[in-house]
């Protein structure tokens, strides 16, 4: 009787941890999760009742005129973005190759402690490098400036991604490639980068969810600019610092597109973080 007793309290003592635990785990979820929807809320609250079709393709409308949009701005980041993954995706892809396939390599261990510093470098001081070794020499702001200063920033975070995937590659498959007869720089690039392919892709969007939100290596680089260009050498116009200019700015119209500019920016974030769970979650439905 008395063992019973014994086995039942001890039950319920195990029961009651593993509630408890169970009810710290749920509201720490919650409280991960407050921050975001109340961002997310306050950005809808502010900005959704500016934008429109005009935010989307009108100019920025001069200071004391209402209406106007961020047309150029939009243009702008994705133009920058673009040209910076033209120039760090291959660069981040082809170094985490190395990286995975060369791990033992004394450059590879210089290469992995680069990329793993880079990270941790602030975005700014990454913007006056950028203006020191092109913005100083040329003279002026520039679209390739920028998209330089985010292709560094980029790199880093493509390379370290690149390897992680590739290493995971069953080495079976080099394996059976070689015995083919498949040259090994074939092999790297037909087999084991394809097959790693969804995981690069993931990386490949998180860095450009990372760099579309950059302001500070802008602010040092492209600058900013209130008309339209779409030239190289110009300052451009971009969505990070347009909505810095405005929301500093003592005029409620600019405050108000400032709003906008920052839930228009959410959104395309949002959107490539939604871009890597369906890249994500393609391979498994597949697999299964």
């Known amino acids: 009787m008395a063992g019973a007793t014994f086995k039942e309290s001890n039950y319920a003592l195990r029961k009651f941890k593993s509630d408890f635990m169970m009810t710290i ?28 079709w005009a935010f989307f393709t009108h100019m920025p409308a001069p200071v004391g005129e209402k209406g106007g949009g961020m047309a150029n701005a939009i243009v702008g980041t994705f133009l920058v973005v673009g040209i910076a993954c033209l120039i760090g995706v291959p660069i981040g892809i082809g170094a985490g190759l190395f990286l995975a396939e060369h791990r033992n390599h004394r450059l590879a261990d210089a290469v992995r402690f680069s990329a793993d510093v880079m990270m941790g470098v602030p975005s700014i001081v990454v913007g006056i490098f950028a203006y020191a070794v092109i913005v100083h020499p040329m003279g002026r702001f520039s679209t390739l400036a920028g998209a330089f200063a985010l292709a560094i ?3 880093p975070l493509v390379t370290r991604t690149t390897e992680e995937m590739i290493i995971l590659v069953p080495h079976e498959l080099r394996e059976a490639s070689l015995a083919l007869g498949v040259p090994q720089w074939r092999t790297s690039l037909s087999v084991i980068v394809r097959t790693a392919l969804s995981g690069i892709a993931t990386g490949v969007i998180l860095a450009i969810a990372r760099v579309a939100g950059e302001t500070a290596p802008l602010l040092f680089t492209a600058f900013g600019n209130h008309f339209w260009s779409t030239s190289l050498v110009q300052p451009i116009a971009t969505l990070t610092v347009q909505v810095y200019t405005y929301a500093i700015s003592p005029f409620p119209d600019w405050q108000r597109q400032a709003w906008a500019g920052a839930l228009v920016l959410t959104g395309i974030v949002l959107a490539l973080e939604l871009g890597v769970r369906w890249v994500t979650r393609g391979p498994a439905k597949t697999a299964h």
């Not at 749920?26 to 934008?51: D, E, M, Q």
């Open 153 to 155: 920033i980029m790199i």
């Open 25 to 52: 785990t749920v509201a720490a979820t919650v409280i991960t999760l407050i921050p975001l929807f109340l961002v997310l809320g306050y950005l809808l609250f502010k900005g959704a009742s500016s934008v429109n």
